[in-house]
Structures are given as structure tokens and as C-alpha cells.
């Protein structure tokens, strides 16, 4: 059976709660699919047009995402520290994460430990949400809403359980919903403007960002100057945008040089590890495996660079009007942290939220 069809068959289904997760990127895109102009933000009818469908709940991602920020924040501070296991690969990308333990294996090392945010806010619903509601964990059937086929094939991984449950249950692309909507009727532009749900609450502007290339070390740095050099509360880094495959630069926070890499398309990462000496330079490395990042991914409709451009304008347009842009600031998250983690790192969110990179052939 298909994955509509699984969702379909969920939603007609006595007892269970359909709660959807979408993600960052799926606000500036989907509206191509309906006749908006690319790059056009439409959260609230996206949402609007879940709820038409009969899903009970709409969260967002990005707060996921933020939550991700702070684990890995964490864990590169403590990297920084010790001097280990850098650079430190950020990615959201399955197709990155595969591609480095099959061709890479040697290198797993060097992935942050915490799950992506579409595994980590299942995980979220699964066991805080459920908690919070009072319901057992099988009473929900969550689907995510992804720019991305691998997302499918990540949702399914073994190492994403905790305790044998399985924390996303379907993943529909961009594409997938809108065939979805469209069968049933639902017209995006006559959708009623509704508000995500809240399991946190509002997501800061950092989450957001991870639908677009250079977005996850943005949010991470953010995270991170604010841990090392609170008095500066610098949130701006336009030295990380940008649309090349590969980019790279030099900043200073707290007194220490960081050189980090950008890269999108899974060649100028290949070319990147190969070049050993330089791969060792660099304390961060951000990959994405599509265009432009997730923007691009091969879940959404078809684009052209211009048309990745439009849409990479969207996104930030939605960041710039946030007011909490670091991840660490949201209300949301340190209520979080205060009445279910404890803190970054924790017992709790190391067993819920932290997984294990493998290497698909044996490691040497
Ligand atoms: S970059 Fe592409 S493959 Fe990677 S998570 Fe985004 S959409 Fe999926």
C-alpha cells in the first residue's frame, strides 16, 4: 500500500489521532503546485488545508529543528573543547548521512549524534505529547509532511526507534500531498488561514532555516556565538549564504577561528572528504544532498535555479520576521528542557533523541 493510501486509511480509522509534522521548506513551495508564484510563504493555508483533511493536529517541524540546534550546539561546543572529532558534519539530509557510510565509512565519527528534526519531533509526539495528553503512543499516527523521497527510507531506519516504537509512521512528499489535497477537493488558495499547533510552541527563526543551504550552520553558529560570547548576541551570518555548491569561510566567535564548509550536491562533498588536507582544516562541515538544499529536494515540484532562488527568498523572508532567532531563546524549548530533558545532552534526551551513524559495510 502507497503512502496516501496509509494515510488515507489512518484518518478513516476509529481511535487513532492523525497528527501531521511539516516541514521549513514546504511553506515556500507547495503553492507552485496550486498557481502561486514561487517563493510565495503560505504556512497558515498549508496548515489550513491539513486541518480540511481531517488531520487533528499540524506541529512544525522547525521547532524540532531548533531543539536539534541546541543538542548539537552542545555537543560541538564540547568537540571544540576537546579538540575531537572535527570537523563536525551538520546535516538534516539522509541522502548525506547514507552517502558518507557507505563511501565514507571512516568518517561516521564526525556526524553529531542527534536524530534530524523529522525523527526528533516524532520522537517528541511519541513520548512527551503522549505523556502531556495522557494516550498511549499507538494512539497516533504521525505523518510527515517532507521536500524528500529519502525521508521515507529515514523514517524507517532501525536506529531512529527508541524502546521499538517507530516514530514516524508515514512521509508524504510535497508532491504527494498536493495529488492528496487535490483528490479530495481541497483548493489551497480557498483553504482557511490557520496557526500550527502548538507541542512547544512558536519555533525561532533558526529552525526555520533549515530548508536552505548554509540554514543548519546558521542556526548552529547562532546557537553557539550566543553559548561562547553572550554579550555580542550576534545573529546575523550572511558570510554563509549564498547558492554555490561549495562555500567556504573563516569567522571569529569568542576569540576562536572557525573555518567552515557549505556544501549542496553530493559530488562537491565527494570532492571535499577526497581533498584530505583541506577536509581537516575546517571545524564545520554543512551537506545537503539537493540544490539549494531542501528547497530543491526531489519531493517538490520542479525547479529551476531561479526558481530555488525565489524560493530560498521566501524562506528568509520568514526568518527575518522572527523576533526569537535563536534557538536557545524560544520559551518553548527551555520549557522543554526544564519539565521533560533536563538539559542539552541529558540521560533523557540522549536515549529519545540521539541515534547511531553506521557504517553500511563493515568499518574498518
Ligand atoms: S537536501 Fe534533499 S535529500 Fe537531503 S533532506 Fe533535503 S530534500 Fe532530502
Do not use: W
Amino acid at each position: 500500500m502507497d503512502e496516501i493510501e496509509r494515510v488515507k486509511e489512518a484518518l478513516d480509522k476509529e481511535g487513532i489521532q492523525v497528527i501531521a509534522q511539516v516541514a521549513p521548506a514546504l511553506r515556500v513551495t507547495i503553492g507552485e503546485l496550486f498557481g502561486f508564484p514561487p517563493g510565495t510563504v503560505l504556512t497558515k493555508k498549508l496548515v489550513g488545508a491539513l486541518k480540511a483533511l481531517g488531520i487533528e493536529k499540524v506541529f512544525d517541524t522547525s521547532l524540532a529543528a531548533d531543539v536539534v540546534t541546541v543538542e548539537e550546539g552542545t555537543e560541538f561546543i564540547h568537540r571544540l573543547e576537546k579538540n575531537q572529532n572535527l570537523p563536525l558534519f551538520t546535516s538534516c539530509c539522509p541522502a548525506s548521512v547514507a552517502f558518507v557510510e557507505n563511501k565514507h565509512k571512516q568518517h561516521v565519527n564526525h556526524f553529531c549524534a542527534v536524530k534530524s528534526p523529522q525523527q526528533t519531533m516524532g520522537a517528541l509526539i511519541k513520548s512527551y505529547y503522549s505523556e502531556k495528553m495522557n494516550l498511549s503512543h499507538e494512539k497516533f499516527f504521525v505523518v510527515s509532511i517532507m521536500p524528500c523521497v529519502v525521508k521515507k527510507i529515514e523514517a524507517k531506519r532501525p536506529e531512529m526507534d527508541f524502546n521499538g516504537i517507530h516514530h514516524v509512521d508515514a512521509v508524504l512528499t510535497t508532491i504527494e500531498l498536493a495529488k492528496l489535497l487535490k483528490e479530495k477537493g481541497i483548493e489551497l488558495k480557498d483553504a482557511e488561514e490557520k496557526e500550527f499547533d502548538r507541542l512547544l510552541g512558536d519555533a525561532a527563526g533558526g529552525g526555520q532555516l533549515f530548508g536552505v543551504t548554509g540554514g543548519v550552520s546558521e542556526s548552529l553558529l547562532r546557537f553557539v556565538s550566543n553559548k561562547l560570547d553572550p554579550e555580542k548576541k550576534k545573529v546575523e551570518f550572511t558570510e554563509l549564504r549564498g547558492s554555490e555548491g561549495r562555500r567556504e569561510m573563516e569567522l571569529e566567535i569568542a576569540g576562536k577561528k572557525l573555518k567552515i564548509a557549505i556544501v549542496h550536491g553530493l559530488h562537491n562533498l565527494n570532492d571535499l572528504i577526497e581533498d584530505e588536507k583541506k577536509f581537516s582544516s575546517f571545524q564545520v562541515i554543512e551537506m545537503m544532498a539537493c540544490p539549494g538544499g531542501c528547497i530543491g529536494g526531489g519531493g517538490q515540484p520542479v525547479s529551476t535555479p531561479e526558481i530555488r532562488e525565489k524560493r530560498i527568498q521566501g524562506l528568509r523572508s520568514v526568518d527575518a520576521k522572527e523576533t526569537v532567532k535563536i534557538s536557545s531563546d524560544s520559551k518553548e524549548v527551555q520549557e522543554l528542557y526544564k519539565t521533560y530533558l533536563d538539559e542539552p545532552g541529558s540521560k533523557k534526551a540522549r536515549e529519545l533523541l540521539h541515534t547511531v551513524h553506521i557504517c553500511l559495510e563493515k568499518c574498518d
